[in-house]
C-alpha cells in the first residue's frame, strides 16, 4: 500500500471520473495528492474524502495563469511536484462539417493547450526533485478515428504525441522525468453517462457502447487509475515516450 509514497501529485479533472479514481488510489498508495479542478467544490469534496494527504485547487486547465497559481500552491503545500496527471478532458461529437469554429477551439484548448500549459510550467518545478512522472489520459480515440468525432479524435491524437516528444526531451536533457500517454475506450464516467442518456433509451444505447468493445462490456474507472499508478511509481523507471491502450479488444481487432 506504499507504491508512490513520498511522492506528490497534481491531478486535473480530479473532480470526478478518471482523475477522482486516480486522485483516490496515489492516495491510498502513499502520495500526497493535490485534486486540480474547475469545479472547486468537486474537488475539495474528493480532498476531504482523502484526508489530510490532499488539497484541492481551482484549475481552469486553459488558463496559463491559474497553472502558474496552481503549481504555487503545491509547492506552498507540499514542497515539491513528482507526478502530473492531465486527466481533465472534454469531447464534441460533431463531425469536421458540423462542428462550429468554437467548439473545434474549445477541445483543443482542453485536450491539448492544457497538458501543453502544465508540462511547460511544472518541467522546471518537477526537474528539481526528481524521478519524476508526467501522464496524459488521450483516449483509443487518439488511435483510430470516428466519422462524428473530429476535434475529439485530433486532440487526443496530437496528445500522444505530445507525451513522446515530452518523453525524448526530458531524456535528452537527463531530467530523469518521463512522460507516457495512456488511451482507454468506454469507461463508466460521468462523460460517458452523459453519451448514454443524450437521448433515447439509456440502456439500449449503454448496450451499443458494450457491442463494441471485444470484452462485451465498459471499463472501470479504476481500469485506468491502476494504469497510471505503475506509470507514477517507480515500477515504470524504465518506461517513457509510449502509450497504454485500455481497450478491451478494440484495436486488437
Known sequence: ??????????????ASGLGKATAELLAAEGAKVAVADRNLDGAREVAEKIG????????????EQQWIAALDVVDAAFGKLNVMVHSAGVGVLKN?????????????????HGPFLGIKHGLPRMKQHAPGSIIIISSVSGIIAGH?????????????????TTALHCAKRKYDIRCNSVHPTFIDTPMVQGMIHA???PADRRAKLEAQVPLGRLGEPIDVANCILYLASDESKFVTGTEFVLDGGITAQ
Not at 1 to 14: S, W
Open 1 to 14: 500500500m506504499a507504491r508512490v509514497a513520498n511522492k506528490v501529485a497534481l491531478i486535473t479533472g480530479g
Open 52 to 63: 489530510k494527504n490532499a488539497i484541492a485547487i481551482n484549475l481552469d486547465v486553459t488558463s
Open 96 to 112: 469536421i462539417e458540423d462542428i462550429s469554429v468554437e467548439e473545434w477551439h474549445f477541445v483543443h484548448n482542453v485536450n491539448l
Open 148 to 164: 462524428n468525432m473530429s476535434a475529439y479524435n485530433t486532440s487526443k491524437a496530437a496528445a500522444r504525441m505530445l507525451a513522446k
Open 199 to 201: 437521448g433515447g433509451d
